[in-house]
């Protein structure tokens, strides 16, 4: 019974490195996101899915792509990471009937030097 | 500009009281409204919600209350148990998913 798994769990990237992080679910759920949580911030949305093939900004996507080829797996990239991207990352999903109640991976954390 | 807000980062409470978490927000828009509750190093769980036509939810020892006229609600928790010490993310909705905006969360600590 996964649910939402996140790989890695954590990483540490020097400036100007890129890497994809991967969330998969096996709930079948069609939304999927992902957030940033930093001190003080709460989560903030970076990007997120509404179905397979699709894909839209959120509230904080600049310096991030996303793709969304399968419907269980919505991967983020880092281009040319940057050190204001050292942050924790959430991945979630939705079933798109209960708006807002999101299942939530355990997180990466990402350091970027 | 933060659209949902929880003033307090901390809260400390003795076993068996009552604790309550409080969280404000400024779009008028937002009509659905959750709390979730995180674990150190675990992602987010979903606990409690209701939507802008209630002002009260109740599940279990988790009541949920909204003030909409004050753009406030608050989440209680009676009796507190040790478990339930964790960061408590309050959450606002439009009735979109994909605009789900999160409070900075209160760290909850519940002394035996």
């Known amino acids: 019974n996964a649910g939402v798994t996140q790989t890695p769990k954590f990483r540490v990237l020097k400036t100007g490195q890129s890497m994809t992080l991967l969330c998969a679910q096996d709930?079948?759920?069609?939304?999927m996101y992902w957030y940033r949580q930093d001190p003080g911030m709460g989560l903030r949305l970076i990007h997120y899915?509404?179905?397979?093939?699709?894909?839209a900004k959120g509230e904080v996507p600049d310096g991030y792509n996303v793709s969304r080829l399968k419907k269980q797996n919505f991967l983020l990239g880092l281009e040319s990471a940057a050190p204001s991207q050292t942050s924790v990352y959430f991945c979630?999903?939705?079933?798109?009937?209960?708006?807002?109640?999101?299942?939530f991976g355990q997180g990466t954390r990402l350091t970027v030097v | 500009d933060q659209q949902v807000k929880q003033n307090s980062p901390s809260l400390s409470v003795q076993e068996g009281r009552i604790s309550i978490l409080n969280c404000d927000y400024t779009?008028?828009?937002?009509?659905?409204f959750l709390w979730y509750k995180k674990y150190p190093a675990e992602g987010p769980t979903f606990l409690i919600s209701?939507?802008?036509?209630?002002d009260k939810n109740e599940d279990g020892r988790f009541t949920v209350f909204l003030n909409k006229s004050a753009k406030h609600l608050s989440l209680h928790i009676v009796p507190s148990q040790p478990g339930d010490s964790a960061v408590y993310f309050c959450?606002?909705?439009?009735?979109?998913?994909?605009?789900?905006?999160f409070g900075a969360g209160t760290r909850l600590t519940v002394k035996p």
């Open positions: 959450a606002a909705s439009d009735g979109n998913n994909n605009d789900m905006r």
């Open positions: 899915s509404v179905g397979e093939g699709t894909t």
């Open positions: 779009n008028s828009m937002f009509d659905y």
């Open positions: 979630a999903s939705s079933p798109w009937f209960e708006p807002g109640e999101a299942f």
């Open positions: 709930m079948n759920h069609e939304y």
């Open positions: 209701i939507s802008s036509i209630k």
